[in-house]
């Protein structure tokens, strides 16, 4: 097998497939590569969302499907230094899923394509000015695309598939198309991504819309067309080119018999150069992968046994062999892999073995050597620390608001409860006098009665005004009996009324002197549910 310096080129890392004879190579790792690492958490789990770096060294974190939503809108800055994210301001203006977010060179960030949450194919984009935190109207793009390939080349910004079989070229200072779309060979190529090669560029790894690997396809800029690369070679993992541009790619991968086998790929060539026998140590399909000095990362994916489950494996790809690194604490797979200025790698996002979006976002550190792997595990740590105690910090302060809104509103209802029953007292005063007069009115038309009775029996009822007097006095005192039962009846409500009001006194002095003690106590708050311990 003829051996090549390898790293000069382009790889192309399918991470399945087989050697060409079938033959099983034996394989040792060489080592560590690095070391993953916590680096904190999302707001939310996201899939099929977007990252750029911004200039304050921040990341921002674009839109994606959501546990709450199959597109989002929302927006959030991840400060890697920390493990800190912060919720933005601003919104998008039509949520969004599989677009690409491009930083400009006047530090604005480009937020291209996708599709709504109802699965609406979108051309319209949107730019991001981080020194505002704000968002307007960007140009229209030439196809609406969604989970297309994005390079950011010499000539500009390349998209290149994404439910669309076409690719355009964009300006990137004056935000223009250079020139009209132009076509692809076969389907529309999905999740896709690019590498140069050759003066040309690889779009590899892409998958249709039943989520079957395509073969990669070579884009010439200078000609404008695209030709597939290989057409009986179908590939499952993304292109990288570890040191610029060369001749050939790396080739790993064939769905029809897994292996880990890279292989070489010459671009005019419809068939595989040589079998080299490099080799990762375990076989996947659609990794993140993402070229670094010295080595390219290979980051989860899908196992090309069985059913699709997401892997936690990670190994670095060295000319020597594929290193070991420590594995994700979530496996993921469509993760994606953000590179910082000191090597480190930032992985995000993707979807765990229950399809979910995943929050939690891990760190690659690689093995530039043992000091500077413990220097970043201990700047992690604090890091991590510091994070932690950010989020207790503002949780216990959350808390604090909480109960003093808990207190003004208790205290609120003391002034109004102590009103209240103030007026119920006073209104009871006049009911007990009420029910006094009445009572006196009622034994006064009794007495009268009886008088008027008995003058009238001695009459011998030869009296039509005596009778007549009898029936007033007797018609008076049964509705005077019948207004004193109903002041009774009000009498006894209200002061049913004005016990309950006593009541809701008491209860909330004393809801108001624990709410004070609670507030005068030390604090401390669960690190889970923000609440008080």
């Known amino acids: ?179 009209a779309p132009f076509a692809l060979p076969g389907q529309a190529p999905l999740r896709g991504s690019l590498a140069p090669a050759d003066g040309a560029w690889i779009l590899a790894g892409a998958r249709d819309a039943h989520g079957e690997a395509l073969p990669p396809v070579w884009i010439d800029l200078a000609t404008r067309r695209a030709e597939l690369a290989a057409e009986r070679l179908v590939l499952a993992g993304p292109p990288v080119a570890p040191s610029g541009a060369s001749h050939a790619f790396l080739v790993s991968g064939r769905l029809d018999r897994p292996s880990a086998a890279f292989q070489w790929l010459e671009r005019g060539r419809q068939d595989v150069v040589f079998d080299d026998g490099y080799r990762v140590l375990e076989p996947r399909d659609f990794p993140s992968v993402v070229a670094q000095p010295g080595g390219v990362l290979v980051v989860g994916g899908a196992s090309p046994y069985g059913a699709p489950t997401p892997l936690a494996s990670v190994e670095w790809v060295t000319p020597e062999g594929s290193n070991s690194v420590s594995p994700l604490a979530i496996p993921r797979r469509d993760a994606v892999l953000t590179p910082l200025p000191d090597g480190r790698v930032v992985i995000s996002g993707g979807t765990d073995s229950g399809g979910r979006p995943v929050s939690g976002i891990e760190v690659f550190v690689p093995e530039t050597s043992a000091a500077s792997l413990d220097r970043y595990g201990a700047a992690s740590r604090r890091a991590a620390q510091t994070a932690q105690q950010q989020r207790d910090l503002a949780r216990a302060q959350a808390e604090v608001a909480r109960l003093r809104q808990e207190l003004d509103r208790t205290q609120r209802k003391l002034v109004q409860t102590q009103q209240q029953l103030a007026q119920a007292q006073a209104d009871l005063t006049t009911r007990d006098a009420q029910v006094q007069g009445l009572g006196a009115q009622v034994a006064q038309l009794t007495q009268q009665l009886s008088s008027a009775q008995q ?79």
């Open 455 to 533: 003058r009238a029996q001695a009459a011998g009822g030869q009296s039509q005004s005596l009778q007549a007097q009898v029936n007033d006095l007797a018609f008076r005192l049964q509705q005077s009996k019948l207004a004193y039962d109903q002041a009774i009846r009000e009498r006894d409500a209200a002061r049913t009324q004005v016990f309950a009001l006593q009541a809701d006194l008491r209860a909330a002095q004393a809801q108001i002197q624990a709410l004070k003690a609670q507030l005068a106590a030390p604090f401390k708050v669960d690190p889970v549910t923000g609440r008080r311990l």
């Open 1 to 179: 097998m003829r051996r090549n310096a390898w790293w000069a080129g382009a790889l192309v890392l399918g991470v399945v497939g087989c050697s060409s004879d079938g033959t099983q190579h034996a394989y040792r790792p060489v080592g560590t590569g690095g070391q993953v690492i916590s680096g904190g958490a999302l707001l939310e789990g996201r899939d099929g969302h977007a990252v750029a770096r911004v200039d304050s060294g921040q990341l921002l974190v674009v839109g994606g499907a959501t546990a709450r939503a199959a597109a989002s809108d929302t927006l959030e800055r991840y400060d890697p230094s920390t493990g800190w994210s912060d919720p933005l301001r601003a919104r998008l203006s039509t949520p969004r899923v599989g677009h690409q977010a491009i930083g400009l060179p006047d530090g604005r960030v480009w937020i291209v394509g996708g599709a709504d949450a109802r699965g609406k194919l979108l051309d319209t984009t949107e730019l991001f000015d981080p020194t505002r935190d704000a968002l307007q109207p960007g140009p229209r793009l030439g196809h609406p695309r969604a989970f297309a390939a994005a390079a950011v080349t010499s000539a500009g910004l390349l998209l290149a598939g994404g439910t669309s079989p076409s690719a355009e070229l964009w300006n990137l200072t004056t935000l223009r198309p250079s020139g």
